[in-house]
Nanobody
């Protein structure tokens, strides 16, 4: 059974930093792209970042320059380092993974596996 489990969410002040982690189990994801999305109340799920199986990265415009995605294939883990956080970054953050060799997709539709989400709240 495939599982993605996020951790590291919580409350942080505006301008601060937070690091989210996602551990995958049930299969190896070394050949899959892994990504992060978020969803705020009343809003659509928003694409944040992707890291490909070969290490290439892509970011959404709203987080480019502030967030960094990385992965450790040996640990089946992907992380999202978030700096210069703003109140508008408040949302539930989701880790996701594709099936093998999917490139760097930005659409939620292209991700086959999802975590349960972790809440990030940025206070002003």
């Amino acid at each position: 059974q495939v599982q993605l489990v996020e951790s590291g969410g919580g409350l942080v002040q505006a301008g601060g930093s937070m690091r989210l982690s996602c551990v995958a189990s049930g299969r190896t994801f070394s050949n899959s792209a892994m990504g992060w999305f978020r969803q705020a109340p009343g809003k659509e799920r928003e694409y944040l970042a992707t890291i490909g199986w070969s290490g290439g990265t892509r970011y959404g415009d709203s987080v480019k320059g502030r967030f960094t995605i990385s992965r450790d294939n040996a640990k089946n883990t992907v992380t999202l380092q978030m700096n210069s956080l703003k109140p508008e970054d408040t949302a539930v953050y989701y880790c996701a993974a594709t099936k093998p060799f999917m490139g760097l997709p930005t659409r939620a539709y292209d991700y086959a596996y999802w975590g349960q989400g972790t809440q990030v709240t940025v206070s002003s």
